[in-house]
């Protein structure tokens, strides 16, 4: 009983199959041969909500709004602030009003001049949208236009971050004419190097973007079209760097190996710093972390080299101080403060009242499982039990937030001075759901907030107290590892996630 | 009753295997068997098993490869990989078998009483097993996780609710199928109480596809429960093997390996199911699969494949000289079929007789003596397993089996088969294809056998179905077959026989289905066909009265064996065998000879006429 | 017909509401945290409780139900509370990249299965055996493992095909097909067993059937009775398993289209589960149902059309 169809199907199938595989391949290896690529194509972590500058977040999202948006004043690769639609700015003696001088060639993609007029508009908008960033308007009080090319903001009260917050979100100029709108949350309307071009985006998949004619800095122009893939998974964000389909992303440690031996080029900066919160300092749910030498204790615990070595490949800095190395708070002693000793922390611990140590409930989430089975090993080897309790991921910060745990593992950006402070030590800090306070620490804060151009060495006093009284327990600064193609150039952003996309350019 | 009847002819029994057996035998079974028995062991032993906690982090080791103390090494923060791998094996099956309860203890308890009483609660369980299986599995889950937590019991027991309607629907079908046997009534009318049929007759059946169901959706929950740990959205602080899954992945350049094992783990655990349930599935429902004898082994199937072949296609043996005027000649025919044990029962044995042109003969014998099995050689139509283990049969002066044959050569009865042989089937309703017209079933044979256009074929088809007795032939032509009665579908059958033009129809007990005034008139039909176009019939029967109306000779057979054989007067008033005198004797002793029931005062063709009216009454209902 | 397709759309809306009513309960016990989860990490407690009054978050269960519900019968089922995107543009610029993936590999795994069941079927033996053990081999290995593997060998090797399978809207037919080849086959080989299982056990069914002997007994070559009769005869009991497998594939392929970025319904259902964004959770569950309503409604045509007998009842 012959059975000719079926052998003829399969012929089919497999013919089709070989067809496919011909006709597949090449299509996105990137293949530009030799010519100077005028195409970036970019691979981001984070997915923008909308186009809205009122929706913009600081690190991941900023290249994408970069592209379409000018800032008032941008940043350099190093920090420094250069001028951008802004072209100088000042404050006045109690650093409550800053004025700033803007350009007067710049318009908008829908032919809207750029004016102070409309970065008032957009500066007004931004303080009442409640947007994500909104913290950053937080202290402006108000704007007025003194002339058509000059803007005078008032501050509520001194904000030594106010001049860094331009940089970022608050900056970003819209077009008067779109402020507002629906539609600007689809469509961009900006002044930026690039335009969007709406038939080649897919929303929550890839943005793309093409040069713009006629705009003022040429200079801030280094390709033709740039495009930006979300991939939020690490592996398949790894693989479209690998086969070619992006030229940049940011990848880790381990998956960083695999880049590395396709030959890409790695670009290391340190922007986070990780450890555990231990912000139930009030002892309210542990009474344990009350006593300052509990918590000294528990820095004591971990051996931080050998984790680092082991969980990141080395790639990062052993740390017992939140603050950065570029911060100007940073106080390189200090790093010294705790160095791995089991047999101190538990004297410690039986000094305070716990011989037989204690048990402390943390939150953990799929992030952050591998590590914190790392550091419930090295707490139990101290008489520690330290219970993790899986939340669903949506809920980690809220629960932090609202004081549902006496401590976390996180990883947070260290940033300036001032704005960590308001991140993790104010009583307003998010970071510091329990409030504690201390009137020594109060007058540090408020040397910092009036110290002007000192304050970040004001701010080194901050590092010591809350270093010393072990507010925290820092373990490591870790490299981000962004990797790019030998195709571009490009260079890290300090305290940003991922460069901007002023530091891509093809390669010499 | 008489002394017991000495059995001849037929050898050998029917060697049945127990269904565990079966299982063990079936090698994927067996494989599925160890491989699950493995699982188990590891996961009730873990604790002996595993040399180390599986939380327990050696940080100072992490993502090693294996050495004495780390048997398959570690994983990133330094836990011992074979220890999580024992661990997960318990939680992971556990998960799964509760996934399988959850799913059984809503399903079956509800399906039992749906399938039984049905009414209201048969209704509304539909209804809500329709909104059951109309939820998206992984959505519903991705939801309740986000409402209660990462949790691997929750989520199994969610994807267990999520389960039942498919033990629901099983049950039901199956209690259905059988609360209308007759074996049930039979119970309900001896007194058994619901419970007890319910217990007794319905779980036996309803057993054996809820064991294949549960291995299978064992199988679907550890994929699925792998799945959510892969996504990140499992309870990491348990060792499962998708968590390991995902730790694998998450370090796949790093530590490949880490990957390997709880993927092996998964995809054996999840085979060794499926196969289970397959090698179940088999052992319950197919016949046996028999090997092939060793060489060398004295069994009669090893004398069988010494001696016969499969049919060559080209051979022409000649047959022996003088018989090629016979239109079917068999010779000597023994057919068997070969058992678990490497022996062969036969069902028929060395059984000699011949047909000529234009003929009728009968073979008459009771329920097992081998006069189906006979015809369904001569027709080619064996089962799969069969074997034909002697003798040979010619057609028209060709062998069809040759004398070194074990099979009959499909090759050359194909060209003869709805051509030159026909057959008319003893069932009517089964033997038509219920998804086709009737007259789809009569025009295209007829199109590919004659080579006529559809035109020419339906109109043929159309005068066959009138010369068969078929009141409105356009109606039947248009009709499926589970819109006329039996005694049309035979009439049809019959026309089907006869459309080709054959030489020799092989009826199977054509009459014995049907009802009694409709046996008449096709037997009338059969006799008038056979008269006027001249074929030869081989008409197998039980009914002598049959016998006696249409055929020329008859051969009688006994337990495979032809006992007698030879003109129909002389059998029938000087039957020589003992066995055929008993035959005769239990028929016909003491009895008013049988004659046809038609009424009185009523002619053949109006008793044709009134079985037309009623088929009709109920084709038009 | 009509009156049978009429009631089974009355069935398949009663199903609707119970879903979407099951669904907002459930994720009513999911939206404590919402408002703080949008406004992001550094939003004021003032802030946020303005964001619940926005949301609604205050209101009872059952008064929220019925305002979702009713705008969504006017087919506005809002905005996406953490992108402000409408929930309908959301689903359908994302359901047809879902949709051509299930849809794609169900007629590759239908016909692949077919060929596969009838083979064993009838072959039986040696062929029945290793069609069995290849099935099963392929059901065993998650089909997320296979597209891992996939792609390592396929797309990064080998570089046949694209490693992710997001392209442009404007690239054209033919990268869509390779961006798609790799996640079809990995759906492909894990979805072939069940269906070749049961079309192998119906077709068995069905060729110990009576009427498969007459019709040989007619002189219709083997073929044509496997392929026009038995197999349509066979055909429901895999109609029901492929429709069960669609529905299992509108959840399933998930995983595959985060190995492959695929921009499709799956990241969105995770996303929007994950962070119980309750207007786009709920258009994306009764998408599903709607969907698969459709293909239950269809199977029973289908079965309907195969079986003459069904069409009565």
């Known amino acids: 009983m012959k059975f000719g169809p079926k052998s003829t199907a399969l012929a089919v199938l497999a013919a089709a199959a070989i067809a496919l595989t011909a006709c597949g391949g090449g299509t996105n290896s990137g293949g ?91 500066l007004d908008h931004f303080k ?41 979100a608050l900056g970003l100029q819209a077009s008067p004419k779109a402020i507002g709108t629906d539609g600007i949350k689809t469509v961009p309307d900006g002044s930026g190097p690039y335009v969007y071009d709406a038939k080649s985006s897919v929303k929550g998949s890839q943005y793309v973007f093409t040069k713009r004619a006629g705009y003022w800095d040429k200079d801030l122009q280094k390709f033709d079209k740039v495009s930006f893939k979300y991939l939020v998974d690490l592996t398949a964000r790894t693989n479209a760097l690998v086969s070619g389909q992006v030229d940049g992303a940011l990848l880790d440690p381990k998956t960083g190996k695999q880049a590395e031996g396709a030959g890409l080029v790695a670009h290391k900066s340190q922007v986070d710093w990780q450890g555990i919160l231990l912000y139930g300092r009030d002892g309210k749910i542990s009474p344990a972390l009350a006593n300052v030498k509990v918590r000294q204790a528990m820095n004591y615990a971990f051996d931080r080299k050998t984790i680092l070595a082991q969980q990141y490949l080395n790639e990062g800095t052993v740390t017992d101080q939140v603050f950065g190395p570029e911060s100007g708070a940073y106080v390189p002693a200090l790093d010294n403060t705790y160095p791995y000793d089991p047999a101190k922390a538990k004297a410690l611990l039986a000094e305070a009242g716990y011989p037989q140590g204690f048990t402390l409930k943390i939150p953990t989430i799929a992030g952050y499982d591998a590590i914190n089975a790392v550091f419930k090993q090295q707490l139990s080897d101290v008489g520690i039990t330290l219970q993790t309790e899986s939340i669903p991921d949506a809920n980690y910060v809220a629960d932090m937030a609202a004081g549902k745990y006496a401590g976390a593992t996180f990883q947070l950006y ?76 490009v260079q890290p952003q300090l305290q940003q996630a991922v460069p901007s996309i002023y530091n891509y350019a093809p390669a010499k | 009753m008489n002394e017991p009847l000495e059995f001849v002819g037929q050898t050998g029994t029917v060697v049945r295997s127990r269904v565990i057996a079966k299982i063990l035998k079936n090698p994927l079974g067996l494989a599925a068997v160890i491989v699950l028995f493995a699982m188990v062991v590891l996961a009730v032993l873990a604790n002996m098993l595993a040399p180390f906690d599986p939380n327990f982090a050696n940080i100072g080791k992490s993502l090693a490869s294996g050495d004495a103390v780390n048997l398959l090494g570690t994983d990133s923060v330094g836990r011992d990989v074979w220890s999580r791998l024992v661990f997960g ?43 059951l299986m109309s939820l998206p599995g992984i959505i519903v889950l991705l939801t309740v996780r986000a409402a209660m937590g990462p949790s691997v019991w929750l989520s199994m027991v969610a994807f267990g609710i999520l389960m039942a309607p498919g033990y629901f629907r099983l049950t039901r079908t199956a209690v259905q199928s059988v609360r209308n046997e007759l074996y049930v009534d039979a119970a309900r009318v001896a007194g058994l109480s619901d419970t007890a049929i319910i217990s007794r007759h319905i779980f036996s059946v309803v057993r054996a596809p809820i064991i294949i169901q549960t291995a299978v959706i064992c199988g679907v929950a550890i994929a699925i ?82 001696t016969r072949r499969r049919p060559d296609r080209n051979e022409a043996a000649s047959v022996e000289a003088g018989t090629e005027h016979h239109l079917v000649k068999v010779s000597h025919l023994g057919v068997g079929y070969p058992q678990a044990d490497g022996s062969i029962k036969k069902v028929v044995d060395d059984v000699s007789f011949h047909v000529d042109r234009g003929e009728v003969l009968g073979i008459v014998g009771e329920s097992g003596s081998g006069k189906s099995q006979t015809a369904f050689s001569i027709l080619g139509l064996l089962p799969e397993s069969a074997r034909i283990v002697a003798g040979s049969i010619q057609f028209d002066g060709k062998f069809t089996v040759s004398p070194t044959d074990d099979r009959v050569s499909q090759a050359r009865l194909g060209e003869f088969r709805g051509k030159r042989i026909s057959y008319i089937p003893q069932e009517p309703m089964s033997n038509l294809d219920p998804a086709f017209t009737i007259g789809y079933q009569l025009v295209t044979p007829m199109m590919r056998v004659l080579k006529i256009s559809k035109s020419e074929a339906t109109q043929r088809a159309l005068k066959l179905l009138d010369d068969v007795g078929i009141r409105f032939p356009e109606k039947t032509f248009a009709a499926y077959p589970h819109e006329v009665s039996g ?96 035959l005769l004797g239990s028929m016909l002793e003491n009895k008013e000879p049988l004659t046809m029931l038609v009424s009185a005062g009523m002619s053949a063709g109006q008793a044709i006429a009134r079985d037309d009216e009623r088929d009709e009454k109920e084709m038009a209902q | 017909m009509v009156s049978f397709i009429l009631k089974r759309i009355a069935s398949g809306i009663s199903v609707l509401v119970a879903i979407a009513f099951f669904t907002y309960c459930l994720l009513y016990f999911s939206s404590a945290n919402i408002a703080r989860n949008i406004l992001g990490e550094f939003a004021s407690q003032d802030q946020v409780h303005a964001k619940e009054l926005e949301l609604g978050l205050d209101r009872p269960l059952l008064t929220r139900f019925f305002d979702w519900a009713g705008s969504a019968l006017h087919g506005d089922f809002g905005v996406s509370w953490f992108t402000s995107e409408p929930v309908v543009s959301a689903i359908t610029t994302r359901l047809p990249v879902t949709l051509a993936l299930v849809v794609v590999s169900i007629v590759c795994i239908t016909i692949v299965a077919t060929l596969l069941g009838m083979a064993a079927a009838v072959k039986r033996g040696w062929i029945d055996r290793l069609v069995q053990g290849a099935a099963v081999v392929g059901d065993a290995i ?102 069960l497998k669609f529905v299992g594939m509108l959840g399933g392929v998930v995983i595959i289209e985060q190995i492959f970025a695929l921009p499709g319904m799956g990241a969105l259902a995770v996303q929007s ?41």
Not at chain 2, 525 to 553: E, M, P, S
């Open chain 3, 273 to 313: 589960t994950s962070q119980g964004d309750i207007p786009l959770v709920m258009g994306v569950v009764l998408y599903t149902v709607i969907i698969v309503i459709i293909v239950n409604l269809l199977v029973d045509l289908i079965n309907g059309w195969l079986n003459p007998k069904v069409r009565v009842s």
């Open chain 3, 142 to 243: 998650p089909d997320f493992v296979l597209g891992i593997v996939l792609v390592s060998v396929f797309a990064i090797s080998l570089k046949f095909f694209p490693a992710t399978s997001s392209i442009s809207p404007d690239a054209g037919a033919g990268a869509w097909v390779a961006s798609m080849t790799l996640p079809v086959i990995a759906l492909l080989i894990n979805g072939v067993a069940s269906v070749a299982q049961q079309i192998r056990s119906a077709v068995i069914k069905q060729l110990e059937k009576d009427y498969v002997r007459t019709l040989r007994s007619r002189g219709i070559p083997e073929w044509e009775i496997l392929f026009k009769h038995v197999l349509r005869s066979a055909a429901p009991a895999g109609l029901t398993v492929l429709s």
């Open chain 2, 487 to 582: 005694g049309m579908a035979q009439r049809v059958l019959i026309a089907g026989a006869i459309s080709c033009e054959p030489d020799l129809i092989i009826a199977d007990e054509p009459t014995t289905a049907l009802d009694v005034t409709v046996q008449a008139d096709v037997l009338d039909l059969i006799r008038d066909l056979q008269k006027g176009l001249g074929v030869g019939v081989i008409l197998v029967t039980h009914n002598f009265g049959v016998v006696a109306d249409l055929c020329d000779r008859v051969a009688v057979m006994q337990n495979g064996r032809l006992v007698e054989d030879g003109d129909v007067r002389d059998i029938l008033r000087n039957p020589k065998d003992p066995y055929t005198q008993k």
């Open chain 1, 128 to 168: 009442d949208a409640k947007g994500q960033d909104a913290y950053q308007a937080a202290s402006m009080k108000s704007v007025a236009v003194v002339d058509p090319s000059t803007v005078a903001i008032t501050l509520n009260s001194p904000d030594p971050a106010f001049s860094y917050y331009l940089t970022q």
């Open chain 1, 32 to 122: 530009n041969g030799g010519a100077a690529p005028t195409t970036l194509t970019l691979a981001t972590l984070q997915d923008i909500k909308t186009f809205d500058p009122t929706d913009a977040h600081i690190g991941h999202r900023m290249p994408i709004y970069q592209a379409v948006y000018d800032s008032l004043i941008r940043r350099a690769p190093d920090g420094k602030l250069d001028p951008m639609l802004a072209t100088e700015w000042s404050y006045n003696k109690d650093q409550t009003v800053l004025t700033l001088k803007l350009r007067t060639d710049v318009t908008f993609s829908d032919g809207a001049k750029f004016d102070a007029a409309a970065a008032k508009a957009n």
């Open chain 1, 414 to 489: 260290q940033g300036e001075p001032w704005v960590a402070i308001n991140q993790m030590v104010s009583t307003t800090a998010l970071y510091n759901p329990f409030k504690t306070e201390d009137p020594e620490l109060t007058a540090l804060i408020k040397a910092v907030q009036n110290g002007g151009d000192k304050s970040a060495d004001e701010a080194k006093k901050v590092n010591e107290y809350i270093t010393k009284n072990a507010w925290f327990i820092p373990m490591f600064r870790l490299n981000q590892m962004y990797f790019s193609s030998k195709k571009i150039d």
């Open chain 2, 89 to 131: 094996a318990r939680t992971t099956l556990l998960s799964a078998l509760l996934c399988a309860a959850v799913a059984i203890v809503i399903g079956l308890p509800s399906g039992l009483i749906a399938g039984y009483y049905g009414g209201k609660f048969d209704g509304v369980s539909n209804w809500v097993v329709n909104v």
């Open chain 2, 225 to 306: 429960q792998s799945g959510l740990e892969f996504l990140g959205l499992g309870d990491a602080s348990v060792a499962t093997w998708g968590v390991m899954l995902n730790e694998g992945f998450k370090n796949i350049y790093l530590s490949p390996l880490l990957l390997l094992w709880p993927a092996l783990a998964i995809g054996l655990t999840i085979g060794a199911l499926v196969l289970l349930a397959n090698a179940l599935r088999d052992a319950l429902e197919d016949a046996e699969k028999i090997k092939a004898p060793r060489r060398g082994s004295d069994t009669a199937q090893a004398a069988l494949t010494a």
